[in-house]
């Protein structure tokens, strides 16, 4: 009786790891690859998805009233592959979808994890880009400058977007003293790749031409702010 208990508990747990998967970024792009049959869905809003999404998404809106009838459309035999912004609300409309049937796969972090880590995206918005960088040249600043903050953005990416405004306080907070460097992603790859960035926002921290820092993700501004107190010493 024992061995059938754990028996039954084995197959409920490998039956809930298939079917009630939250996959990382790379993972995730991975299974899309591994089932070109399943529905990529984008369960943001319309104007969020007019922004930019995952090739070849379909978008329902998780929050409009009309979700649960949309779903009901669709083929349950077909494995479902969902995100949203970051998370919360393709972990509700995957809980339902798997109520009703659907075998269902999250993006672990959803499209902000997604475009941090430089991944294939689809309808954003044409941008005017910065100008690049050459390597050279950024070599150059980065070392001959006493104090250098790298900020490694893309204007596609909403963590870099949201921090630019306090990158651009602490710049004029700290004029004179610490040398800001912006690099955009795009076009600039062998400036990213030369300094190992695979994922944005980044920050390189350079004092007296030598790197002492590097981190990704979004900071607040008071972890932000450490990155130029590093820069000039006060902090180590």
């Not at 869905?41 to 090739?55: A, K, W, Y």
């Not at 339902?96 to 294939?120: I, N, S």
Request: with cysteine; proline share 4%.
């Amino acid at each position: 009786m024992k061995k059938y208990s754990l028996l039954v508990l084995f197959l409920a747990l490998s039956v809930g790891s298939l079917f009630a998967q939250v996959l990382d970024v790379e993972s995730f792009s991975a299974k899309i690859a591994e089932q070109p049959q399943a529905l990529l869905l984008d369960v943001r809003t319309s104007g969020e998805f007019g922004g930019g999404h995952l090739p070849k998404a379909t978008n329902i809106d998780f929050r409009s009233e009309g979700f649960a009838k949309e779903i009901d459309k669709l083929d349950k035999s077909k494995p479902v592959l969902i995100y949203c912004l970051s998370g919360g609300r393709s972990a509700q409309a995957a809980e339902l979808m798997r109520a009703k049937g659907f075998q269902v796969t999250e993006l672990k972090g959803g499209y902000l994890k997604w475009t941090t880590k430089l991944m294939p995206l689809e309808g954003v918005p044409t941008v005017k880009h910065d100008a690049a960088w050459s390597l050279a040249d950024f070599e150059k600043m980065a070392k001959e400058n006493d104090a250098v903050v790298v900020d490694f953005y893309a204007k596609w990416c909403a963590p870099c977007l949201k921090m630019m405004p306090m990158v651009d306080k602490f710049a004029g907070d700290y004029a004179g003293k610490v040398t800001v460097i912006k690099v955009e992603a795009d076009g600039n790859q062998a400036i990213l790749q030369a300094n190992g960035i695979d994922e944005i926002p980044s920050f390189l921290v350079f004092r007296k031409g030598k790197l002492i820092q590097k981190t990704t993700g979004f900071r607040e501004e008071p972890k932000l702010k450490e990155l130029f107190d590093q820069a000039i010493g006060t902090i180590q």
